[in-house]
């Protein structure tokens, strides 16, 4: 899985419309989460850092929720965004979740191993299992 990187807002308006899930490295205000939505119909998922997260407004959370996208808690650790504009989600990973879930282990558990082992949040993890492994 593919999450694209967008460190400005001015890069918004630059989106593929085929973007499903985007990881905002700066702090987007109420017009920016518009913009993104208007930008990338076809949005699952945000992720935002938890920090920004904290600070995001209730207005921009539930408009994203009632648009049905999912906001995500997590950074993309050690991402070069001069070098590619995407942070990708080894296929690795989600085998290890999906062989970790058919061992018979609950998604907790699945998710704290995971989170332990990749260092992703675990937010993303859970996002993974539900988009990807159980879908």
């Not at 609950?106 to 299992?129: A, F, P």
Request: charged fraction near 30%; glycine fraction near 2%; hydrophobic fraction near 40%.
């Amino acid at each position: 899985m593919r999450l694209r990187v967008v460190s400005s807002k001015k890069e918004i308006s630059d989106l593929n419309r085929n973007e499903q899930v985007v990881h905002l490295a700066f702090r987007a205000s109420n017009m920016d989460v518009m913009n993104l939505v208007r930008t990338c119909p076809r949005l699952k998922a945000v992720q935002i850092p938890p920090s920004y997260y904290q600070t995001m407004s209730k207005a921009a959370q539930q408009f994203l929720e009632l648009q049905g996208i999912e906001i995500i808690k997590g950074d993309v650790w050690g991402h070069r965004k001069d070098i590619d504009e995407y942070y990708s989600v080894s296929e690795k990973v989600i085998d290890r979740i999906a062989s970790l879930m058919a061992e018979g282990y609950s998604i907790d558990e699945t998710v704290k191993k995971v989170h332990r082992e990749t260092k992703l949040s675990e937010d993303l993890i859970r996002y993974l299992l539900k988009e990807q492994v159980m879908a």
